[in-house]
C-alpha cells in the first residue's frame, strides 16, 4: 500500500524502502515485497502480531540483517553501502530485552558506551551523556549499577545508550513489555518527547492501546506484507483487518464500532474521544 | 462445617535476606476453593513474592524472614517441604523459557510425577490428560525450543497440571504473549476453573482481561491487600487504579468519564458488552439517536 | 555451535532402533579396538566396516564429508606431515638435510590418519542415529548418576537456546556501534565483554528461575524416582552385543596372545 503522497522533497524522507524481500536461512521468507517511506520527524508505530515481520523488518533498516532482495535507503544512501556501525549513527535501535545491552558497572558508563564506539570527542560525548540521562529521567540514577535497577529504569538506560548516539531515527522494539502503568506512561512521555524534537521514531509493538495513544502513522504487518498504512483513526476502523492480522482492539475502539449506529465515528481511539462523541448528543441522566 | 479455605494468609510480612525492605508488609487474604482471583498491582507491589510464598518456595528455597501464618488447603507452608506442597499448589512462572527444562514436551509434564515415583501407567495417563487439557496433544516429542512462546506457556502450565494440584498459581502468565496470546490464555484458565474446579490464583499489572474473567479482585500495593471484591467493585474508579500504577479497564474509563459529565450519571461497566448495553439503553444513546 | 552436539537425524534404520546403551558399548569398543590395531590392513577393514555401518544409518556422503570436515583436514595432516617428523626406516625416497622421507614413514603417516579416520567416523555414527535425549537416558542407565544426567541433559536442552541470546546480544551491541571483528587481539578481547556479561546474566537469571521451577516439581523429593519411558533390550540388541564384543575380542586375543600381524 502506498502511503497517501503530500508535497515533499526527497530530503524529507529518511528511511525509503522498495521491494524489501527477506528470507532467513531456514527457508522462511519474513518480508514479501515491502514498499515504504518514512518521513523526518514522523511517529510510526509498526504493529503486528508474532512472526508478521516487524522485527524483520526494523533490523533491515539499521542493517542487522541485509535485504535478500530490494532496497532500503537511509537518509539517501542504500543500507547495503554501509556497515552496521556506521548506520548506528542514524538508526538508533533499543531492543526489547534491556538485559542483552547492559554490562557497565555504572549507567554513565553504559550511556557512553555507544558514543565511543562512534568515535566522538570526548567533549562531545560527554555533552550527548549528560542530555541522555537527562532525557531519559536518570540523574538519579546515573551512578548505579545498570543491573541493580528495576525493569523499568533498565529500559531508560537501554533506550538513553541508543539515543546518546544522537541519531536520526529512533526504534524501539516493545518498550512497554513488563511495565505497570506509571511506568508505562513515564516511558511513553519520555519516547513522545524524542519525537517532539525532532527524532523520527518507529515504535514496534503489539499493544493497540500504544499506538492509539502516541503514533501518529500505523503501518499493520501480517505475515510479511505492510496491509494497512494510515493514521491510527484509519487502521482502527477496519476491525476486520485488525483481527486477520492478529491484533486485537483496544475495547474502546470495540465498543465505537458497536455504538457506530448511534452515531459514533469508528475512528474513535481514546475514552476520552468516545465520551466527547457520545456527548455531542447532549442529555442528562435518566 | 468450616469449609477449608485454598488460602488463608494473615499478616504476612516478608523479607528477602540481604534487603531492608519488606517485600510483603502485613498481607492479609483470602482465597476460597474453586475462586478464580487475580491479584493486581504495580511492579514492586509483592505480587510476585506471594506466589513463590503460596508452594512454599518462600520460605523453603528463598531465604528471607517470614512472619504471619500461611495456609494452604489447610497446611501452614511452613511446615510442609516444597515437594510436598506441590501436589497442592502448582505453579507457573513469567518467562515460559526457562521453566521448561527437558528435551521433550513429555519428558517436561512427565517429570513431576516421575519425582514423585508415581507408577508408570498412571505417569502415562496423567501426561496425556494434561497436555490434552492445554491444547497440546500430540507435542509429545518436541523439543521446547522449536515452540513459539504461547505454546511453551501452555506446556509450562501442563507440567504443573500433571502434579494433580488443586491450585494453580501464575505469576504474570501473559508476560510474554501478544494480545491474542493473552485473551486464550485467560479463557483456558477460566475454564480450568469452571470444568475442573481449579482454583486459579493469578498476577498480574493489567486489569483488561482480569476483569473479564476473575471472581475477585485483589488490589496490592507496597506489599499489603489495599483491597479486595468483584471485579465491579474493584475496577470501576479507573483514576485510583492508575494512582495505583495498574491499567485500568478501558470501560471503567469510559464509564467514569460518563459519570462525571452526565449530572445524576452513575454508570458502571466494566467489559465492552456491559457498556454497549448500558449506553444504548440509556438517555445519551436515545438523544444521540435522536439527533442523527 | 549447537550443530557439533546435535548431529541426531531421525530415520528408521536398524542402528536408530538399537539401545543406545549398546551403541555407547559398542563406539567404546571400536575405539579401543582402532587403538590396538596398528596394522594399516586391519585398519582399513574396520574402516570399511564402519563405511558399511554409515550406510546402513542411512548417513549421505555430502552430510558426513561436512560434519567431519575438521577431522578429514586433520587426516590430511597427519598424511602430510607424519613423514617429515619421522626419518626412520628404509627405503628412503627423498631428503634434505635432517628430514628424510622413508616409504615406511609414509604409511605409518597414513596408518594413523586411518586410525584418526576410524575414531571419528565411529563416534559421528553415535551421534547420528542417537538423540540427545536417549544418550543421557544411557549413560543414566549405565550408571552415571541421574543428577548429573539431569544436568548433562539440561546444558543440552539449554544449548541452542543459549546460542541464540548469544545472537541477539551480539546484535543488540552491534547497534551500538560494537564491531566484534575488528581491532587486534586486546581490543577484541575487551569487545567480547560486552557480549560475555549479559549472556553470563541471562543464563544466571535462568539458572535461577530454573531452580525453583525444578523444585516446584518435587525434584529430589525421594531417591526412589519412577520413568516414563524405560530403555529395554531386545533381543536383537543382545544379539548385536555379543556380535560386537566377539569383533573386539578376537582381533584383540589374536594380537596380544597369538602374535598376529593385525
Known amino acids: ?286 | 462445617m468450616i469449609q477449608m479455605r485454598a488460602l488463608a494468609a494473615q499478616n504476612v510480612r516478608f523479607k528477602y535476606s540481604g534487603s531492608e525492605h519488606w517485600a510483603l508488609d502485613g498481607l492479609s487474604l483470602d482465597v476460597e476453593k474453586g475462586e478464580f482471583v487475580s491479584v493486581l498491582g504495580c511492579n514492586g507491589a509483592g505480587k510476585s513474592t506471594l506466589c513463590l510464598l503460596l508452594n512454599g518456595l518462600i520460605p523453603h528455597a528463598i531465604h528471607g524472614e517470614l512472619q504471619g501464618n500461611v495456609e494452604v488447603f489447610g497446611t501452614d507452608v511452613t511446615k510442609k517441604t516444597v515437594a510436598e506442597l506441590s501436589t497442592q499448589v502448582g505453579i507457573v512462572f513469567q518467562e515460559p523459557e526457562s521453566q521448561l527444562f527437558c528435551m521433550s514436551v513429555e519428558e517436561e509434564v512427565a517429570f513431576g510425577p516421575e519425582n514423585l515415583a508415581v507408577p508408570r501407567e498412571e505417569i502415562r495417563e496423567r501426561v496425556e490428560w494434561a497436555l490434552d487439557l492445554v491444547g497440546m496433544s500430540g507435542y509429545n516429542d518436541r523439543s521446547p525450543f522449536s515452540l513459539s512462546g504461547g505454546q511453551k506457556q501452555r506446556v509450562a502450565i501442563a507440567a504443573a497440571l500433571s502434579m494433580r494440584p488443586e491450585m494453580l498459581v501464575l505469576d504474570e502468565p501473559a508476560y510474554a504473549l501478544d494480545p491474542v496470546g493473552r485473551t486464550e490464555l485467560y479463557q483456558f484458565l477460566r475454564e480450568l476453573k469452571v470444568r475442573h474446579g481449579m482454583t486459579v490464583l493469578l498476577a498480574e499489572r493489567d486489569a483488561e482481561e482480569a476483569a473479564l474473567f476473575s471472581d475477585k479482585i485483589v488490589l496490592m500495593k507496597d506489599g499489603r491487600q489495599v483491597a479486595a471484591g468483584t471485579p465491579r467493585e474493584m475496577l470501576h474508579d479507573p483514576d485510583k487504579l492508575r494512582a495505583m500504577g495498574i491499567v485500568p479497564p478501558q470501560m471503567s474509563e469510559v464509564a467514569s468519564l460518563l459519570n462525571a459529565r452526565l449530572p445524576g450519571a452513575n454508570f458502571s461497566f466494566i467489559t465492552v458488552d456491559e457498556a454497549e448495553r448500558a449506553i444504548s439503553q440509556s438517555v445519551v444513546g436515545r438523544k444521540v439517536r435522536r439527533s442523527r | 555451535m549447537t550443530g557439533f552436539i546435535d548431529l541426531y537425524t531421525e530415520a528408521d534404520t536398524f542402528l536408530h532402533r538399537m539401545d543406545p546403551r549398546v551403541k555407547i558399548v559398542a563406539v567404546l569398543l571400536v575405539t579401543i579396538l582402532g587403538l590396538v590395531l596398528s596394522s594399516l590392513y586391519s585398519l582399513l577393514v574396520l574402516l570399511a566396516f564402519i563405511f558399511v555401518m554409515l550406510f546402513l544409518a542411512r548417513a549421505t556422503f555430502s552430510r558426513t564429508v561436512f560434519a567431519l570436515k575438521f577431522v578429514i583436514r586433520f587426516m590430511v595432516l597427519i598424511i602430510l606431515l607424519w613423514p617429515i617428523f619421522d626419518p626412520s626406516g628404509t627405503p628412503v625416497l627423498a631428503s634434505l638435510g635432517p628430514v628424510k622421507i622413508t616409504e615406511p614413514a609414509i604409511w605409518r603417516g597414513v596408518t594413523s590418519a586411518a586410525r584418526v579416520g576410524c575414531l571419528a567416523t565411529v563416534w559421528y555414527i553415535l551421534m547420528f542415529t542417537t538423540s540427545q535425549r536417549d544418550l543421557v537416558r544411557a549413560l543414566v542407565k549405565l550408571g552415571l548418576r541421574f543428577d548429573f544426567g539431569l544436568a548433562l541433559a539440561i546444558s543440552l536442552r539449554f544449548l541452542p537456546t543459549l546460542s541464540a541470546t548469544i545472537d541477539s546480544i551480539k546484535d543488540a551491541q552491534r547497534a551500538r556501534g560494537l564491531e566484534l571483528d575488528k581491532g587486534g587481539l586486546l581490543k577484541r578481547a575487551r569487545n567480547y565483554v560486552a557480549v560475555l556479561v549479559p549472556t553470563i546474566v541471562s543464563a544466571l537469571r535462568t539458572a535461577d528461575t530454573l531452580s525453583l521451577a525444578l523444585q516446584s516439581r518435587a525434584y529430589g523429593a525421594r531417591a526412589d524416582r519412577t520413568y516414563l519411558r524405560d530403555l529395554r533390550m531386545r533381543s536383537a540388541d543382545i544379539a548385536a552385543l555379543v556380535l560386537l564384543v566377539a569383533i573386539f575380542v578376537v582381533p584383540t586375543i589374536a594380537k596380544y596372545l597369538f602374535a598376529a600381524p593385525l
Do not use: W
Open chain 1, 1 to 286: 500500500m502506498i502511503p497517501a503522497s503530500s508535497p515533499s522533497t526527497a530530503s524529507d524522507k529518511i528511511v525509503s524502502v522498495r521491494d524489501l524481500k527477506f528470507t532467513y536461512e531456514g527457508g522462511i521468507q519474513a518480508l514479501k515485497g515491502i514498499n515504504l517511506d518514512i518521513r523526518r520527524g514522523e511517529y510510526v508505530a509498526v504493529v503486528g502480531g508474532n512472526g508478521s515481520g516487524k522485527t524483520t523488518l526494523a533490523k533491515n533498516i539499521n542493517g542487522l540483517l541485509r535485504p535478500t532482495s530490494g532496497t532500503v535507503m537511509v537518509n539517501g544512501r542504500s543500507a547495503s553501502d554501509l556497515t552496521v556501525a556506521q548506520l548506528a549513527r542514524v538508526v538508533g535501535y533499543a531492543f526489547q530485552n534491556p538485559d542483552h545491552q547492559l554490562f557497565c558497572s555504572s549507567v554513565v558508563d553504559e550511556v557512553r558506551f555507544g558514543p565511543q564506539n562512534m568515535g566522538f570527542t570526548q567533549e562531545d560525548i560527554s555533552t550527548k551523556v549528560e542530555r541522555a540521562i537527562e532525557a531519559m529521567d536518570l540523574k538519579g540514577q546515573r551512578d548505579q549499577p545498570p543491573l541493580s535497577l528495576t525493569l523499568g529504569e533498565r529500559r531508560r538506560v537501554s533506550i538513553a545508550s541508543v539515543i546518546a548516539m544522537t541519531p536520526e531515527v529512533f526504534i524501539v522494539d516493545e518498550p512497554t513489555t513488563g511495565l505497570d502503568a506509571r511506568e508505562t506512561d513515564d516511558l511513553m512521555a519520555s519516547i513522545d518527547r524524542l519525537n517532539q524534537e525532532g527524532r523520527t521514531v518507529i515504535l514496534i509493538t503489539h499493544d493497540m492501546n500504544l499506538v492509539a495513544k502516541h503514533a501518529r502513522r500505523v503501518l499493520v504487518m501480517s505475515e510479511g506484507r505492510i496491509v494497512l498504512d494510515s493514521d491510527p483513526g484509519g487502521a482502527f476502523s477496519d476491525l476486520e483487518l485488525l483481527l486477520q492480522s492478529k491484533l486485537v482492539p483496544p475495547p474502546v475502539v470495540q465498543l465505537a464500532h458497536r455504538l457506530s449506529g448511534l452515531g459514533v465515528s469508528r475512528e474513535t481511539l481514546s475514552p476520552g474521544e468516545l465520551v466527547s462523541r457520545l456527548m455531542l448528543g447532549g442529555g442528562e441522566a435518566k
